[in-house]
């Protein structure tokens, strides 16, 4: 394990931490939530847009499921807009925005919105152990055909 207390070993740390940033943006965006599931902490909390509060990994695979198929979910794209490491080189937050189309029978519905995940370093790996994230407007706008 890299000493996170050296400046090599803080740019390590947050190296890592970028990489497993971008696994998870890319497992989602590929809609694959037992891939997405592997990025998250055992204890982790997801605080999803006008739903309760899940806790668990077990949970929260259930939510990726619910999302890309029974809500149909067909397209979700987070962007970080920021990472933020502690010195410690073990807990770090990223805000960012996020893009989500719904499929429905009247036509496609578009979400954009923000989030904040909170990130732990265990046993040497970082993990997402806590999710908010809420919707810029009151409800999804729909979006026209082409």
Do not use: C
Not at 12 to 19: C, I, P, Q, V
Not at 79 to 104: C, F, H, K, Q, W
């Amino acid at each position: 394990m890299a000493n996170t207390s050296s400046p090599s070993g803080l740019v390590a740390a947050d190296s890592a931490l970028h990489e497993r940033s971008q696994g998870l943006q890319a497992a989602e965006t590929a809609l694959d939530g037992n891939r997405a599931i592997a990025f998250w902490a055992e204890d982790a909390v997801v605080q999803p847009a006008g739903m309760r509060a899940l806790t668990g990994r077990a949970a929260i695979g259930n939510l990726y499921h619910e999302f890309f198929t029974t809500m149909g979910v067909k397209e979700l794209v987070g962007t970080p807009s920021r990472v933020e490491m502690a010195r410690s080189g073990d807990l770090a937050y990223e805000t960012g925005v996020n893009r989500i189309v719904i499929r429905t029978p009247n036509g496609d519905m578009l979400d954009m919105g923000k989030y904040l995940i909170v990130w732990k370093k265990i046993n040497g790996q970082w993990y997402v152990t806590a999710l908010s994230f809420t919707s810029d407007a009151a409800a999804p706008t729909p979006i026209p055909s082409k």
